[in-house]
């Protein structure tokens, strides 16, 4: 088995052999798990982390929500809607494979550097978003590149109607300290 450190840089290289290990990896959840940790992280130290630790922890709350919703959306999508003709994928391959396609968010630690937080996070976001058209095309066992990229797309849009539907609900990410909503 690959290390850690080996697979992040890999899932980075958007290298569709590291996709099908973790896909097939069910010891590999709790990496995913940490990578998507790691980028709401990296999001927060690279704005400076303006908005106190309990945003920061809020919006990690809401990068696992998130993941976990866009995968197991993109799971009903790309194996009811638009299932390729050797689609056969569970929601813990989508979930260990989108997992690993937030590495790229690691770069939005350079986001502290005066001047590069918009390049570092704008660089970030479309480079995780091919990195999760390759884990889904892997996922769900694709010979289309498109139909990835449709999948992607959908599950994109249902999961930010859904979290946003929790932020309505549950009233959002809270104010940081010393401020009212």
Not at 28 to 48: D, W, Y
Not at 54 to 79: E, H, K, N, P, R
Not at 162 to 168: C, N, Q, S
């Amino acid at each position: 088995m690959a290390s850690f450190p080996d697979r992040l840089l890999r899932a980075a290289k958007l290298d569709p052999a590291l996709y099908e290990e973790v896909e097939h990896d069910e010891d590999a959840l709790g990496e995913a798990m940490s990578v998507v940790v790691a980028a709401s992280l990296a999001a927060a130290i690279g704005t400076g982390a303006e908005d106190g630790l309990g945003a920061a922890l809020a919006g990690v709350l809401l990068s696992l929500v998130s993941w976990v919703a866009w995968a197991a959306l993109s799971f009903l999508v790309g194996t009811r809607l638009l299932p390729g003709p050797k689609t056969e994928a569970d929601v813990g391959q989508l979930l260990r494979a989108t997992g690993f396609a937030a590495a790229p968010g690691l770069l939005r630690l350079l986001g502290i550097v005066p001047g590069l937080r918009m390049i570092a996070f704008l660089a970030a976001g479309a480079w995780t978003l091919a990195a999760m058209v390759v884990a889904v095309r892997q996922a769900l066992d694709y010979d289309s590149t498109r139909r990835a990229i449709a999948v992607c797309v959908i599950g994109f849009v249902l999961q930010a109607i859904v979290v946003g539907f929790l932020i309505a609900t549950f009233g959002g990410v809270p104010a940081p300290t010393g401020e009212t909503a």
